[in-house]
């Protein structure tokens, strides 16, 4: 069952939430995906700080035969809490509680369990590591669904400038997780998605499709760069917020023929 659990357990993969964010904005709720995006960006530096706050050991730390190799593959950092965990949480519990859906809720609190169970399965986490990140990330899958973020005036412009100025003056040796956050969040708190979903099969699939060429070709591209150098704090804020600009606005401006901008009121 182990594969099984593998294959779960890696849809709390970054490329998935990608995937997962990008269509939910372009296909669904294009400002809604923007709220979420800034809960979930927040969402993944609370996490960061509690696991090198605390940092606290995993399962295998003492009792190395306990987990595989592929299963300790998926852990890094420290223990609690599980990060796997709380960004799903986030992700899917923010979805659900803005499409407010019955099968939107049941699917949300499938995956959800089912990855939270997985990090248990695969004995890389304890139920304490899963348990606080459920907590955390419905915290912040809240906060998605109430939030809103403003998409002008000065917040919208100084808000991204301090915190890729926090990025540049991160000390040599901070674990690259704060880099990523402070990117993601800059990028979409930078993000104006002005755009109307498509609404017809052909033109959802184009933009699906075309639309996850462009991005991967970005994440790819940008994750070429010379280890040494995209790990420098303010470099990895940067890759992180310009593929959050390339999906929310690039793609919406390369595929305007169906993601036309919307009517202003």
């Given amino acids: 069952m182990e594969a099984f659990w593998l294959a779960v357990t890696n849809l709390g993969r970054d490329e998935v939430f990608i995937v997962v964010l990008a269509l939910y904005t372009w296909l669904v709720n294009p400002r809604g995906g923007r709220n979420l995006g800034v809960a979930f960006a927040l969402s993944y530096l609370v996490n960061s700080a509690l696991k090198f706050g605390f940092d606290l050991p995993r399962p295998f730390t003492n009792d190395p035969d306990v987990a595989s190799a592929a299963a300790k593959a998926t852990a890094g950092g420290p223990g609690l809490p599980s990060g796997h965990t709380?960004?799903?949480?986030?992700?899917?519990?923010?979805?659900?509680?803005?499409?407010?859906?019955?099968?939107?809720?049941?699917?949300?609190?499938?995956?959800?369990?089912?990855?939270?169970?997985?990090?248990?399965?695969?004995?890389?986490?304890?139920?304490?590591?899963?348990?606080?990140?459920?907590?955390?990330?419905?915290?912040?899958?809240?906060?998605?669904?109430?939030i809103h973020v403003p998409d002008d005036g000065v917040v919208r412009w100084a808000v991204p400038a301090l915190l890729l100025a926090v990025a540049a003056f991160l000390p040599a040796g901070t674990p690259r997780e704060y880099g990523t956050g402070l990117g993601l969040l800059a990028g979409f708190w930078f993000a104006r998605p002005t755009f109307t979903p498509p609404r017809d099969v052909a033109g959802r699939l184009i933009v699906a499709?075309?639309?996850?060429?462009?991005?991967?070709?970005?994440?790819?591209?940008?994750?070429?760069?010379?280890?040494?150098?995209?790990?420098?704090?303010?470099?990895?804020?940067?890759?992180?917020?310009?593929?959050?600009?390339?999906?929310?606005?690039?793609?919406?401006?390369?595929?305007?023929?169906?993601?036309?901008?919307?009517?202003?009121?």
């Fill in 86 to 146: 709380q960004m799903a949480a986030t992700l899917w519990g923010g979805i659900a509680l803005q499409v407010r859906r019955p099968g939107m809720w049941i699917a949300a609190g499938l995956l959800v369990a089912l990855i939270a169970s997985s990090r248990l399965v695969l004995h890389v986490h304890y139920p304490s590591d899963v348990i606080v990140g459920l907590l955390v990330g419905g915290l912040f899958a809240l906060m998605a669904a109430r």
């Fill in 209 to 265: 499709v075309v639309g996850l060429i462009l991005v991967f070709a970005v994440f790819l591209g940008l994750g070429a760069l010379p280890q040494s150098f995209k790990d420098i704090g303010l470099v990895r804020a940067l890759r992180y917020a310009l593929l959050v600009l390339v999906a929310a606005e690039g793609v919406p401006l390369v595929l305007r023929r169906w993601m036309p901008k919307e009517r202003e009121e």
